[in-house]
């Protein structure tokens, strides 16, 4: 009898917050790879916030996900048979592609994974596209100088964590605001950032002007909405506004309302607000993981992966960021480790 593995299929765009009713689950054959290709078994799926924008239908900067085909993420597999010259089976690969406990491809914008003596998971997290992002984003964009007070939001989030922890590599105090208390001493006391408040907290925009004497010098956002406009208050003369996401806005409909005309307040204090995506930096993006893997080797740079066990459990990890339930990068364990 030909095997069988399962697979998600996107089935309705939501409305509003997704409940998981957006997936089916189904069973189908498992194909053999044709010449050029090659069969992985899929070992961990990322599940990310930019997701949910490729659950919309219209223009975005990723294409939507079609009613009825396979959503797409990042993912670490082990090649089990290969047609294709150079992968063999028992390679761990990192790549894209369907939510599939097993997939058949043709090996483009895969990696082998090149370091054994470190996680592949760590390719969909601090070695992959988020620590990429806080690479590019706070380097390039927020452009900081040492003695600078960065402020992150999402801090103990996949990107953010590390937004932190690389502001201290370069000399800056880092302050993160996360959604509990638990965050907040994940950031302030694993992470080392020089201060951590919790949104959810009534006092907290006291407890962030607190944290930040003599103003915001590079605020990098992952989340928008009134966390982002209480840290817009405090900017200091020439910040940096570093526009990573919105995820505070991923699951309104329509435009978000305008609640402070903030504009202003870039002439006055000279700042610069700019949006960035992590692909804009592709030429550059293995520069980057030689010096973020250098910085996990010696322990300067540390993370959490939250773990979502099953693959039948891969929408509930997705609808979970949007809850804030993962601390550090989220991963559903399909198979294996
Ligand atoms: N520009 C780019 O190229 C690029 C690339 C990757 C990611 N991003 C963006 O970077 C951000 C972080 O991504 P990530 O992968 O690192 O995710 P993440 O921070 O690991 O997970 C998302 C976190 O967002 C917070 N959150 C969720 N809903 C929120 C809300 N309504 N208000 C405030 N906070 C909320 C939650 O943390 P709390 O519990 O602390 O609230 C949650 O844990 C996202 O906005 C993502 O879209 C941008």
Redesign the pocket.
Known sequence: MASTHRRWVFVRRPEGMPTGAEFRLEEVPTPDPDPGQILVRTRWISV???MRGRMRAGPSYAPPWEVGEVPRGGAVGEVVASRRPGFAPGDVVVGTWGWEEMARLDGHGLTRWPWPDLSPTLGLGMLG??GL?AYF?LFEVGRPRPGDTVVV?????????VVGQLARLAGCRAVG????AE?VAFVRDVLRFDAAVS?QDPQWTAALEAACPDGVDVYFD????S?TEAVMDRLALRARVV?????????QEGPAPVTRDWLWQTIAKRIRVE?????DFALRHAEALERLAAWVRSGRLVGRETVVEGFERVPEALLG??????????LVRVAGS
Do not use: E, H, W
Request: with cysteine; hydrophobic share 35%; proline share 4%.
């Open positions: 990310d916030p930019y596209m988020p992002t984003g939001s999402a801090a103990a989030g996949a990107v953010g964590s605001i996360a959604g509990s965050k949104y992952n989340v928008g909405g966390v526009v990573c996401g919105q995820i505070a806005r991923y699951n949006g960035f995506l992590v692909g960021l949007f809850r804030g339930t993962n601390v550090g990068k989220q």
